[in-house]
């Protein structure tokens, strides 16, 4: 017998083959997915378990998996406004300094955090100045993160030197490598602000430890600039020139590339973390999303924080996507809703090196996978799931997600934690942070 059994449900699996089982059976135990069957099959019928959940034919996916994130900048959310990137780092900074603890730190991690797993994503990659409470703050939700130690030449929050945070990186990784719900990884801010010899130090703790190495790149084209400037380089050409590339890298943003640029990301098996709110919102730009993809790199997307983009909404992320792609090229093919799809589930799970356990459902995999609500105006009738998910569905739409099998958000609700304590909490901060920029 199994532990939970879904049953009336749309499923749309994600795989390799963007497979769809209609009036779809799913069986799940210990965490695991152990049948995926159309209803009226002979092996469906068999199946037994102590939960039984009716979809009532909605769509059952795989969670989302958001590979850039801020999560506890959304204490912030609203404080910066139209400002370019560089100047609103700046002021952003300054906020950080006066307000950030590993206690507010947790608290805006909770706030962050939630808000993607009510919005259906059950994995984030998190760079944020205390890791550990980033950390706290999922495992009290029951989510999966990928976090770790930050890496920041400029004065930075805590005082701490370099020496403070190749530290950190270490105790970070040591603490958590054994949590299969914790993927670690280092998190240098960015080749603008960590020199090149702290930049390859990052690099060799992750490769020591065989984790994950994420940084900014190319977002702005002050940016580029920049490096331009200090390294006669372009950013891309940089981070290659240190050995910064490869497949266990993954750079966010990556807006201003030429095709050299493109192509040593796709011959490094580089992963890209693209942020379309983000950089519209700062005004960075448009990443050229349809060369890359045609270049064979794995596109993955983001949220960045909600201090940037003022949410961490994946459903609208993806809608951009494809939407930015088709009219920066003027072609409506230049990319389509199953790409996008992968990108924000399968693709963001081989970026983290799971796409053996997460991303896509099939059996075997980890039961993470969330519950769309299709009984509705914006959802009759339904033609295409997938062109629906990416163009028609939103974050209102998902009523329930589970973690390995856990049900952690049913019917729209936290079960984990309350989370209104944490709404007070951070209310009762809020006129500190205003008076912050003051």
């Known amino acids: 017998m199994d532990d939970i059994l879904i049953t009336d449900a749309l499923i749309v699996t994600c795989d390799g083959n963007h497979s769809i089982i209609e009036n779809g059976v799913m069986a799940v135990n210990n965490g695991k997915i152990t049948a995926l069957e159309r209803f009226n099959t002979s092996a469906a019928k068999k199946l037994t378990a102590k939960k039984i959940i009716g979809a009532n034919g909605n769509i059952v996916m795989p969670g989302l998996i ?22 609103w780092l700046g002021r952003v900074w300054i906020a950080e300094k006066a307000i950030l603890t590993p206690e507010t730190t947790y608290l805006g991690s909770v706030l962050g955090l939630a808000e993607n797993l009510l919005s259906g994503s ?34 930075g929050i805590g005082g701490r030197s370099h020496e403070n945070y190749v530290s950190e990186a270490r105790n970070f990784y040591k603490s958590h490598s054994s949590d299969d719900s914790v993927i670690p990884a280092i998190l240098p801010h960015g080749s603008y602000t960590v020199s090149p010899q702290n930049l390859s130090e990052a690099k060799s703790i992750a490769d020591e430890y065989g984790i994950l190495f994420c940084t900014h790149a190319a977002e702005t084209q002050a940016e580029q600039n920049d490096i331009k400037t200090r390294y006669d380089n372009s950013v891309i050409r940089h981070l290659d020139k240190y050995k910064l590339l490869g497949e266990t890298s993954v750079l966010a943003h990556c807006v201003h590339l030429d095709e050299t640029e493109i192509s040593l990301l796709a011959q490094s098996k580089t992963n890209v973390a693209l942020n379309p709110m983000s950089n519209l919102k700062l005004g960075s730009g448009i990443a050229p999303v349809k060369a890359m993809y045609q270049a064979g790199i794995n596109l993955t997307i983001g949220t960045d924080g909600a201090i940037s983009g003022n ?23 230049a990319l389509n809703a199953e790409q996008v799809l992968h990108m924000a589930t399968i693709n963001g799970a081989k970026a983290l090196g799971r796409s053996d356990s997460l991303g896509s459902l099939e059996i075997g995999k980890n039961a993470d996978f969330i519950l769309v609500d299709i009984n509705n105006s914006h ?43 944490i709404h007070t909490k951070v209310r009762q901060l809020a006129p500190s942070i205003k008076a912050s920029l003051e």
């Open 122 to 155: 059950t994995t984030v990659m998190d760079m944020f100045w205390y890791p550990d409470e980033t950390v706290r703050a999922a495992k009290d939700l029951g989510m999966r993160i990928s976090t770790g130690g930050i890496f920041f030449d400029l004065p």
């Open 311 to 333: 949410d961490l909404d994946m459903w609208l992320a993806m809608r951009l996507t494809c939407g930015l792609a088709k009219g920066l090229n003027m072609e409506a093919d």
């Open 379 to 421: 959802s009759i009738p339904l033609f295409d799931p997938i062109t629906h998910l990416v163009f028609g569905a939103g974050r209102s739409d998902v009523t329930d997600v589970f973690v390995s099998g856990k049900h952690v958000v049913e019917n729209k609700k936290i079960g984990g934690l309350d989370i209104e304590k």
């Open 66 to 87: 958001n590979m850039h994130c801020h999560a506890a900048d959304s204490l912030f959310r609203g404080l910066v406004e139209n400002l370019p990137l560089e100047e």
